[in-house]
């Protein structure tokens, strides 16, 4: 049985959270999406191990992984939406990522590009209004 919440409770928001083999690299990889570190945990020997990334409405944390990250396992992708498509493409490629060209899916008409993440997670980018 599924209770609904009756306007007393409820949950107000929701950030994704990826475990990732090397938070830093990851966040490196993120930032070239535009976006910005909002906060962040390091261990013991200064080495980054939680990170809160944001650009405008678009949040994701990201917390240092136990074991191996297996590709092929990742049961999520990640929709991201851009004002201009070409250009962060373009700035994708300028910094060696590997994306897709521009398809044009009837959900997405104007536009979506395909790229993955250091760990394997897909990410897809639609163009925006």
């Given at each position: 049985m599924i209770a609904?919440?009756?306007g007393t409770s409820k949950a107000t928001?929701?950030?994704?959270?990826?475990h990732v083999v090397d938070v830093q690299r990851s966040a490196d990889f993120y930032q070239l999406l535009g976006m910005e570190v909002r906060g962040s945990l390091?261990?013991?020997a200064g080495a980054l191990r939680w990170v809160h990334l944001v650009c405008e409405s678009a949040q994701l944390m990201l917390a240092r992984a136990s074991g191996p990250i297996v590709a092929s396992q990742q049961a999520v992708l990640f929709y991201l939406y851009s004002p201009d498509l070409v250009r962060l493409r373009e700035q994708l490629l300028a910094s060696r990522v590997?994306?897709?060209g521009i398809t044009y899916p009837d959900y997405m008409p104007k536009g979506e590009i395909r790229l993955e993440d250091p760990d394997g997670y897909?990410?897809?980018?639609?163009?925006?209004d």
């Open positions: 609904k919440a009756n928001g929701l950030i994704p959270m990826a390091c261990d013991g590997e994306v897709s897909v990410l897809l980018v639609g163009q925006s």
